[in-house]
């Protein structure tokens, strides 16, 4: 059985630099592991702020003429790129799956989600975005939608592909050239992309990589040529990107974390139910920001709880269940379960009993799904984020509890709402805090042209980030008022 394709040799990542690929001297360097086997597949090198300076270097002289090029012409090169994605679709499924834990179907989803961001950008050049009115007699004013110049994205380890796309593809076609500061724990795809976007036909400069850390990341959020950063992550780290960001001038959107609710009501439908729990506290071993993690079971929910439990256990680890990041995170989360169960929770389905086949991932991080039941609200299994597959049950006796508890999060991401009835649907829908709500859907991510975030604690910053809000982050509106004849009818203006 072979859950996964790892590279053949492990994988040396460098910098993109001015369109070259280049190792930055005397770096530190890091080993990239394998999640499912624990194996070495590649190398990155841990980078200092002077090889972001470099990277800005690299990039002023093509910034400033890719600005000034043409949207329709910008485009083209997008519509390329998005071909070379389709053709190594399966590809960048398998690096994204091998680097990041993932079942290769989930490595895959990522990257097509990636592209439909990519398809939303290629869509910019036959938007309206400009404007123009008069305002007085002969006199104009116009609205023009500019590129920033050098702006930035820093991602984090669980979508390889999917997270980047959600910021470069809008950025670029909208004139900007942009600096990616991949995660350590998955740079090997990030090369990989970073191929694709030289073969589509970037200048030099349009589109640089920068591996490394905190060193790095500090690197861009001081360096003055940088104009925006958009960051997505944990929420600490979210908010010092934020709060460093913006004392440096510049505009960030830094996304965080998530304690995300699936509120499930009696009426709800048990099959419907049961399976978009399940696939949402599962799906890339719950290490996702939509992924679902305290069921809020409003009065008697026994009979769906019954079905959950059933196909929880039945779910094969591997095969059905990717694997954890590393070492440290399978820890904290056996702490988060144990912690939980010493408090009074009941380990309804237990994932540290359940080991993956085959000797080849016998030293891969591995855990099965968890369902604790008789979490009580306020608990840390309640309110912290535990990223990995573990679903807390908390039991409320009315639906405005199970609101008041969704109001204490102190995240904001995602919240669901399984029912069959449409009152209760808008009820939710109008009252939780969270920026994205399901009904009816577990994982409820908004598909292009809507736009993705959330709120509180899961997002620190203005709009959103993929979508007509990521027109905005990436883009400034320039004001430009004319008059080419006098007037004889003065006024204030003309
Ligand atoms: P992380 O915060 O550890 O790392 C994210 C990025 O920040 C990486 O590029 C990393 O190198 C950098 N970084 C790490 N420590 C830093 C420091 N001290 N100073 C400066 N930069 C630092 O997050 P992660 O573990 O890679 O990803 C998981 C987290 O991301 C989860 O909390 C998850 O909910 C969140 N996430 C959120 C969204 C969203 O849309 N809201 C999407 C995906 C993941």
């Known amino acids: 059985m072979s859950l996964v394709q790892l590279p053949k040799a492990p994988f040396a990542c460098k910098n993109l630099i001015g369109g070259k690929w280049t190792t930055p001297v005397g770096a530190s360097v890091r080993e990239v592991l394998s999640p499912h086997t624990g194996e070495v597949i590649g190398h990155v090198p841990m980078s200092a702020a002077s090889e972001v300076e470099r990277a800005v270097l690299g990039a002023r002289e093509a910034a400033e003429l890719w600005r000034t090029t043409p949207m329709k012409e910008r485009t083209q090169r997008m519509f390329r790129f998005r071909e070379l994605l389709e053709k190594n679709l399966d590809e960048l499924g398998h690096s994204a799956a091998a680097e990041a834990g993932k079942m290769f179907a989930e490595g895959r989803a990522g990257v097509l989600k990636g592209i439909e961001v990519v398809e939303f950008a290629l869509s910019i050049q036959n938007l309206d975005i400009g404007g123009s009115l008069e305002v007085s007699r002969g006199v104009f004013c116009e609205y023009r939608r500019e590129g920033l110049g050098i702006v930035a994205g820093i991602t984090p380890f669980n979508f390889p592909a999917m997270v980047p796309m959600w910021m470069f593809p809008i950025a670029v076609v909208l004139g900007n050239s942009f600096l990616w500061k991949p995660s350590e724990k998955v740079p090997i795809t990030a090369c990989r992309l970073g191929e694709l976007m030289l073969e589509a036909g970037f200048p030099e400069g349009v589109f640089s990589i920068v591996h490394g850390g905190k060193e790095a990341v500090d690197g861009i959020l001081e360096h003055r040529d940088i104009r925006a950063v958009a960051f997505v992550g944990s ?3 979210a908010k010092y990107v934020y709060e460093r960001g913006t004392q440096h001038q510049k505009r960030v959107l830094a996304l965080g974390g998530a304690k995300n609710h699936l509120i499930v009501v009696p009426d709800a439908d048990v099959e419907l139910t049961s399976q978009g729990v ?3 506290f599962i799906g890339c071993a719950g290490q996702r920001c939509m992924a679902g993690s305290v069921m809020v079971a409003v009065g008697n929910v026994d009979h769906i709880v019954k079905r959950l439990v059933e196909k929880t256990e039945a779910v094969v680890v591997g095969p059905q269940m990717g694997a954890i ?11 988060a379960i144990a912690e939980a169960e010493q408090g009074g929770a009941k380990v309804i389905v237990d994932g540290r009993t359940k080991r993956v086949e085959g000797a080849a991932y016998a030293s891969g991080n591995w855990i099965g799904p968890t369902i604790l039941g008789g979490v009580k609200p306020g608990s840390s299994a309640s309110r912290k984020e535990i990223f990995g597959p573990v679903l807390s049950i908390v039991s409320v006796p009315t639906l405005a ?24 649907a808008e009820y939710v829908a109008s009252r939780a805090h969270a920026g994205m709500i399901g009904i009816n859907v577990g994982v409820p991510v908004p598909r292009e042209p809507f736009s993705f975030g959330g709120s509180q604690e899961s997002k620190f910053g203005h709009g959103d980030i993929t979508g007509h809000g990521g027109i905005e982050f990436w883009s400034a509106l320039k004001k430009i008022t004319r008059k080419w004849q006098i007037q004889s009818d003065h006024n204030w203006m003309s």
């Open 235 to 237: 929420s600490p780290i």
């Open 278 to 280: 399940l696939d949402s």
């Open 325 to 335: 990041i590393d070492r440290a995170a399978l820890g904290r989360i056996a702490e």
């Open 401 to 424: 509890d199970a609101i008041a508890l969704e109001h204490q999060s102190a995240y904001g991401n995602a919240c669901s709402v399984f029912t069959t009835s449409g009152a209760v």
